[in-house]
């Protein structure tokens, strides 16, 4: 079974730039999360997706950060402008039901976002 | 407010050797309590997910204990590898919402 995919591993922009990141799910996972990890800390929920809609964005930065999943599959996260504290990993992850508490949640290896 | 604080931050022991990570939460309701390693570069990969009626779950030489009274857990390495190394983050699932907690991990350096 593949695991979560991501896309790219490393990017490095100025603030101000604009960056996207992807990730693909495993198949048939229908709950899809994006996690926001500083270093040293915990991973901290940005936005949670059951299918195509939005079950959770309460910690997601709206006025610069933004996410969808069209089709209910992938995903894209966007950030514009960047700061320099958003300098961290992106991690993306799934679960086959995430409106439940016991399925596992599956986590992609990250991107790691520099801004300088 | 829902927390899950973990200790120590960091730990260092020798390859062989045997430690226990700890993991303190205030989280109700409680769904669940997870244990994931976290490599370098990597994302967090689940070891152990424990309910509320469960006091011990292993898998291979780590063992996770769970108090539900006192709202404690831990994770014993046993006889640890220098592939030991990472950060262990200590996780609880709020509820029948599915949202994680997570606490602020455990870097965990295994010299030779």
């Known amino acids: 079974e593949a695991g979560v995919a991501q896309s790219p591993r490393y990017k490095i922009i100025e603030k101000r730039q604009s960056v996207a990141f992807w990730c693909n799910p495993i198949?048939?996972?229908?709950?899809l999360y994006w996690y926001q990890q500083i270093l040293g800390q915990g991973p901290k929920l940005l936005i949670q997706f059951q299918n195509n809609g939005v079950v959770d964005d309460s910690q997601l930065p709206k006025d610069r950060f933004s996410a969808e999943r069209l089709k209910g599959v992938d995903s894209t996260l966007k950030i514009q402008p960047a700061k320099l504290e958003d300098s961290a990993v992106y991690l993306c992850?799934?679960?086959?039901?995430?409106?439940?508490?016991?399925?596992?949640?599956?986590f992609g290896p990250g991107t790691r976002l520099t801004v300088t | 407010k829902n927390q899950v604080e973990q200790s120590p931050q960091s730990l260092i022991i020798l390859e062989g050797k045997n430690c226990t990570l700890q993991c303190n939460y205030t989280v109700s309701p409680f769904s669940n309590l997870r244990w994931y390693k976290q490599d370098t570069g990597r994302g967090p990969v689940s070891l152990t997910i424990m309910t509320f009626s469960e006091n011990t779950k292993s898998n291979g030489r780590y063992t996770a204990t769970l108090d539900a009274d006192t709202k404690q857990s831990s994770l014993h390495i046993t006889a640890s590898q220098l592939s030991d190394s990472a950060s262990y983050i200590c996780?609880?699932?709020?509820?029948?919402?599915?949202?994680?907690?997570f606490g602020q991990g455990t870097t965990l350096q295994v010299k030779p």
């Open positions: 198949s048939g996972h229908a709950t």
């Open positions: 996780v609880v699932a709020a509820g029948n919402t599915g949202k994680l907690i």
């Open positions: 992850a799934s679960s086959l039901d995430g409106r439940a508490g016991g399925y596992e949640q599956y």
